[in-house]
């Protein structure tokens, strides 16, 4: 990876911005085509969580590496190198933490620390920009909800075609579904309604995930749960969340 260290980074100050309590995200780091261990499926480990305002926008990303030479780092060149630059994306797979577990204690590391130790290893803030939700669609939503709310999470990496058609069949696409979306869904949850189309953005550089919100009532708290949910369906696909955007 384009990011790997050569000395532990130093510890700079804690952001004091918003995290969640279980939102950290786990990557496998896998080998350079010129590593001297053939046999060695995974080098290292990457750790991130995003930082997000009260109505659930990415502001910004903490992210720490780990490999057995180099123990823990952080940096924000790390974080961005994952989104940006191909040869590092390619070898960064999204996964669990169960399986990251594994890998940690196969590389030599013992027991992956739990979610609050993890957290003093993420110190370094890659701010990303926010801005007042554009006005996409009606101001005002449909008789009977008492808000309307479009979110936009993006996601770099590549789907395969069969990753696309298993998206359909979860999500029960119709199958005469028509328009620019690949997949979509629906559901009700909580009193509150969420539906979603995932498309290609940026030239076909990037996926998209666009949810539409119908609020029953003024408290917004199954949005987060629900925006984290579908992410972490994408991740298992193989995607990696770059930020969560609001249009209205």
Do not use: C, N
């Not at 100050?13 to 080998?31: F, G």
């Not at 509150?192 to 189309?197: L, S, T």
């Amino acid at each position: 990876m384009a990011a790997d260290p050569v000395h532990t980074a130093p510890r700079p100050a804690v952001t004091t911005a918003h995290r969640s309590p279980s939102s950290l995200d786990y990557y496998l780091v896998l080998p350079r085509p010129d590593d001297p261990d053939p046999t060695r499926a995974v080098a290292g480990l990457v750790v991130e969580e995003f930082t997000r305002e009260h109505d659930h926008i990415s502001t910004g990303l903490h992210s720490a590496g780990w490999t057995p030479a180099a123990g823990w780092w952080s940096t924000a060149a790390l974080s961005r190198s994952i989104r940006t630059d191909p040869d590092t994306s390619a070898r960064v797979v999204p996964t669990s933490r169960a399986e990251a577990e594994g890998h940690y204690r196969t590389l030599g590391g013992g027991q992956l620390p739990d979610d609050t130790e993890l957290r003093s290893y993420l110190l370094v803030h890659q701010p990303i920009a926010t801005a007042a939700p554009l006005r996409l669609g009606p101001a005002q939503p449909p008789a009977g909800w008492h808000e309307r709310r479009v979110y936009r999470v993006l996601f770099a990496k590549d789907l395969h075609p069969d990753q696309v058609t298993s998206l359909r069949a979860s999500w029960r696409t119709p199958v005469d579904a028509t328009g620019a979306s690949a997949a979509s869904g629906h559901l009700e949850k909580g009193g509150d309604r969420f539906g979603w189309e995932l498309r290609r953005v940026a030239h076909t550089r990037a996926w998209a995930l666009d949810v539409t919100v119908l609020l029953g009532a003024a408290a917004d708290d199954t949005v987060g749960s629900t925006l984290s949910d579908l992410t972490t369906v994408l991740r298992q696909q193989g995607l990696i969340p770059v930020t969560t955007e609001r249009f209205s």
